[in-house]
């Protein structure tokens, strides 16, 4: 067996808890292959004749589905997931300077969610093209830690795996550790989030674009990197201009007042499971939703979630302005 196809079939007796993180592959498979039932809502008859105990379990079922809520393919995701197949594609029989893509634009504009989107639609591709195959790998994703090295950058790709590296490790040990194991499991696409914890204007940050770069001449796969705003310092100097012409980039901005938004809105209020919850009363706060909110993609979901939540915690079973209100968001969309 090889150190690849360990890594992917862990020991029967249970001995290795999968962990939910996306940063480790236990964690990502969980990720790809969930799809959480969505509760049925019960009549008004139906539900107050439920027992307490089974009041309680239908009313978790209905506060974990709030807390997920869905994701909602909004154009930002759609044009990712397009071009990163796109590029998957472009990329197949290259040899060298495999094009890659960058997703960037200010917090809270979803570029988390269309990476991950991008890496699910592959994933379940690669999946659907090799049924029954389990020594593949087509997905890596991870995050680049605060302030860091170039160590610490390959030991995330390590730690995803369940590759051990001990303190004693060298980072070429570990290196070419990874690197063997993702040639073997024939990964296809890399992501890389949190990218402006880098700087190209430190040696650190230099230090790690290089390891990335090196990364990806080994590795033969597609390279998305997203983060926030990382085209102020991504792009300067000479390995900027190298990172430019080998990236393209897709900028996230808030959601102007538009059909999409109302769309979103729409489709948000669509999914909710509240029994007292007047449907077309969440659509007419739309414009509201949008001023508090200031276009921002992840202050809305915490917002109708939060509602939500609320709303069958105290019974009142409903979202009203008033109830949204009463939500607090983040120190940004509060200021606006």
Not at 17 to 40: C, K, M, S, Y
């Amino acid at each position: 067996m090889t150190q690849s196809q360990s890594l992917l079939n862990p020991p029967a007796d249970g001995s290795q808890e999968p962990d939910q993180h996306l940063t480790v592959l236990t964690g990502w498979r969980a990720f790809v292959a969930n799809q959480p039932d969505i509760p049925e809502l019960l009549s008004d008859t139906a539900y107050a004749k439920l027992a307490s105990a089974e009041r309680t379990h239908y009313d978790e079922a209905r506060i974990d589905h709030h807390t997920r809520l869905l994701v909602v393919a909004t154009s930002i995701v759609q044009h990712t997931v397009t071009c990163g197949r796109r590029l998957v594609l472009l990329n197949r029989h290259a040899v060298s300077a495999r094009r890659g893509l960058i997703v960037s634009g200010p917090a809270g504009t979803g570029k988390t969610t269309a990476i991950t989107q991008l890496g699910r639609a592959h994933e379940l591709l690669d999946r659907a093209r090799h049924p029954g195959v389990s020594d593949r790998i087509p997905v890596v994703y991870i995050t680049v830690p605060p302030a860091a090295t170039p160590r610490m950058v390959t030991v995330e790709f390590a730690r995803f795996l369940g590759l051990p590296a001990r303190s004693r490790s060298n980072i070429t040990d570990i290196l070419e550790s990874v690197c063997g194991v993702l040639i073997d499991a024939r990964v296809g696409l890399v992501l890389v989030d949190e990218l402006h914890n880098i700087s190209l204007t430190t040696r650190s940050g230099a230090e790690v674009a290089d390891t990335l770069k090196y990364f990806s001449e080994r590795i033969p796969a597609t390279f998305v990197y997203a983060g926030i705003d990382v085209e102020r310092d991504l792009f300067a100097g000479t390995r900027g201009q190298q990172i430019a012409g080998r990236f393209t980039l897709i900028p996230t901005t808030p959601l102007p007042y538009n059909s999409e938004w109302q769309g979103l809105v729409a489709t948000l209020e669509n999914s909710l499971r509240l029994h007292a919850h007047k449907p077309g009363s969440l659509t007419c706060l739309d414009r509201y939703l949008h001023d508090r909110t200031g276009g921002m993609i992840g202050s809305l979901s915490h917002l109708i979630r939060g509602a939500a939540l609320d709303a069958i915690l105290t019974g009142s079973e409903k979202i009203t302005e008033q109830s949204l209100q009463a939500i607090p968001l983040d120190h940004s969309s509060d200021s606006r």
